[in-house]
């Protein structure tokens, strides 16, 4: 059974109705008329007059005049934000600012966020300009004074024009006829003295990087390329791990040179300790061994404190009669008088256990102190750890004085 439509009474067949091309006909027709008036009902091309735009009232806007607008007494210069034309001005993308965005004479707040449509989510293509830079301002950089090379300016020329390592220049097409290759890169100087420099070229394309020096503005060398070889699976035809095994070294020395050589120390050691002044501090320690040999002790207490100190410490067990440690200093200088006695400390009894320690008299207190030994000898252990010294029950002790 057919009906008829809610609007516009266009009829509907119903399923069991037959085609008709007359209903269809008449249906188009009123469609047909419907959109002729809607047609002539619409607005104009230029937009025509509406009540609002997007929901707000022309109350809600400020007035436009001249490329300016208007709040009481506050005017603005709108020209950046795309208002043409004077008097009854056409804005194409205008700003929707709300009144609380003002104050009541038209000045805009201290803290104002103007509700701007069409706001951009982006920076611009060229990135803007910002305050910082991951957190950093421009004086946390390091500046460099960047410039291209100017058409049939040498390098020597430039580089001997520069003062300071922060010359970096820029080598473009117009490649300086002493330039180390035919590519675009940059030259940079390094500045030893006024008569001494180097030049660093390094190309864009290769990586490569090039150096040459000059001595009293002429070139002192050619240009050398730089190459760091490379990373290689073996040296030689051996691994890395065939190469750190001492078994595998060549031409190892079977033996000492007749003279012992030369080294910077022997058997040194260097050890820390807080400064504390009017204090002694435990050096070394025999395990109830026979012992003897020599110290080159050297002790800082401070900026302005240091001591070396020579001296030997000796005893032999098997000669009861005398079998007291023997101490004696060989050799002593200082500054500001750091460390001015040394001590043996003994254990009671028949097992021989004794200790060095060391009496600092002036420093500053509370920081690191530096205590750098070397011994010579037998039986005598060095603590690793330099710690304050005291004597203990059943021990005694003999002091001699470094002053």
């Not at 009902?41 to 022309?58: I, Q, R």
């Not at 103007?114 to 301002?137: F, V």
């Not at 240091?306 to 067990?317: E, G």
């Not at 200790?355 to 252990?381: C, H, L, M, P």
Request: a negative charge; proline letters at 2%.
């Amino acid at each position: 059974m057919a009906v008829n439509t809610e609007n516009f009474n266009l009829r509907k067949d119903g399923k069991d109705d037959y085609y008709n091309i007359d209903v269809v006909n008449e249906n188009l027709d009123k469609i047909d008329l419907a959109l002729k008036s809607i047609k002539e009902e619409a607005l104009d091309k230029n937009g025509g007059d509406s009540d609002t735009v997007d929901g707000k009232h022309a109350d809600d806007f400020l007035s436009v005049s001249g490329g300016k607008i208007y709040g009481d007494e506050e005017e603005i210069n709108l020209s950046p934000w795309g208002v043409e034309g004077n008097g009854n001005s056409i804005i194409r993308d205008f700003y929707i600012i709300s009144a609380s965005s003002f104050e009541e004479n038209g000045s805009l707040l201290d803290n104002k966020y103007l509700q701007i449509k069409n706001m951009p989510e982006h920076l611009p293509a060229d990135g803007g300009n910002a305050d910082t830079l991951d957190n950093k301002h421009a004086n946390d950089f390091y500046q460099c004074d960047r410039t291209a090379f100017k058409s049939g300016v040498t390098i020597l020329e430039w580089a001997n024009a520069q003062s300071t390592n922060t010359s970096k220049g820029i080598v473009m097409s117009n490649y300086p006829e002493d330039a180390p290759i035919e590519q675009e890169g940059t030259a940079e100087v390094i500045v030893f003295d006024g008569n001494r420099k180097i030049v660093r070229f390094t190309s864009y394309s290769t990586k490569t990087t090039y150096v040459r020096s000059i001595f009293r503005s002429e070139w002192l060398t050619a240009w050398k390329k730089t190459e760091d070889g490379g990373n290689a699976s073996t040296l030689g035809g051996k691994t890395i791990s065939e190469i750190q095994n001492y078994n595998n070294l060549t031409n190892k020395p079977s033996s000492l040179p007749a003279n012992g050589g030369n080294a910077e120390s022997v058997n040194k050691k260097i050890k820390n300790f807080t400064v504390q002044t009017g204090s002694w501090f435990r050096l070394a320690k025999n395990d109830k061994n026979s012992c003897g040999g020599v110290f080159v002790l050297t002790i800082g207490s401070g900026s302005s404190y240091s001591s070396t100190t020579v001296f030997s410490a000796a005893q032999q067990y098997s000669s009861l009669s005398d079998s007291t440690l023997k101490l004696k200093c060989l050799s002593h200088s200082h500054f500001n008088n750091c460390v001015t006695k040394l001590r043996v400390v003994n254990q009671a009894g028949g097992s021989y256990e004794q200790y060095i320690d060391f009496y600092v008299a002036n420093g500053d207190n509370g920081r690191t102190g530096d205590v750098e030994v070397q011994f010579f000898g037998k039986s005598w252990v060095i603590y690793d750890s330099i710690t304050s010294a005291n004597i203990a029950s059943g021990y005694t002790a003999t002091e001699i004085s470094l002053q």
